[in-house]
């Protein structure tokens, strides 16, 4: 497990995870910048770079945990903060190749353990800092709500760090598992005016 500074360089939290210039969520609006090179994380996969150059050469499979606070510009409702609970979970291989079997083997493993008996979706969404990249929706009543992000660790993120290998991605809300494992998640403000 990792557990490292709230405050990042931009190189960790973009530019070595695959961000562009341009990309939006860059703009002070988003991020909260403490320095001009530097920001309060804005998902726990900043501290991945920093993780991934400190892997032993000779770990043939791993698994890396980040977990952490992490700091936004969100608008506040019942499924949103300005400072979510958030979980890196990566695991890297360099004897073998991983794949999108790995994945869904992953996704099963981590719904099922954290939200027993849910039923869940994937639907393909793009991250910079991964390839077939794939969003974990659960349902809770009659939404979906998205726990998670996750797809192939993209090769630059690797080579970046000096790691040689393949390697799987995944970004968990931790603050909205909680709410779906205690049943707060349903409770939508319309509801509690009727409580």
């Not at 290998?165 to 995944?170: C, I, R, V």
């Amino acid at each position: 497990m990792v557990r490292a500074d709230r405050i990042v360089s931009l190189h960790d939290n973009y530019d070595a995870l695959g961000y562009s210039g341009d990309a939006i969520t860059r703009d002070a609006r988003y991020t909260r910048y403490v320095t001009p090179s530097t920001v309060l994380r804005s998902h726990t996969t900043a501290m991945i770079p920093g993780a991934l150059r400190t892997l032993p050469v000779d770990a043939a499979d791993v698994i890396v945990a980040c977990p952490g606070v992490v700091y936004r510009r969100d608008s506040i409702d019942r499924l949103h903060s300005g400072t979510p609970h958030q979980l890196d979970l990566w695991r890297v291989s360099r004897d073998r190749v991983l794949g999108p079997g790995d994945l869904k083997e992953m996704i099963e493993i981590v719904v099922r353990s954290v939200l027993p008996g849910a039923d869940y979706r994937v639907e393909e969404r793009e991250h910079p800092y991964t390839a077939n990249g794939l969003q974990i929706d659960v349902e809770n009543g009659d939404e979906w709500v998205e726990i998670g992000e996750c797809g192939l660790a993209g090769a630059a993120v690797l080579r970046d760090a000096d790691v040689a290998g393949t390697g799987l991605a995944m970004g968990l809300g931790l603050d909205r598992i909680l709410m779906l494992r205690n049943g707060i998640a349903g409770e939508r403000p319309d509801d509690l005016d009727r409580h």
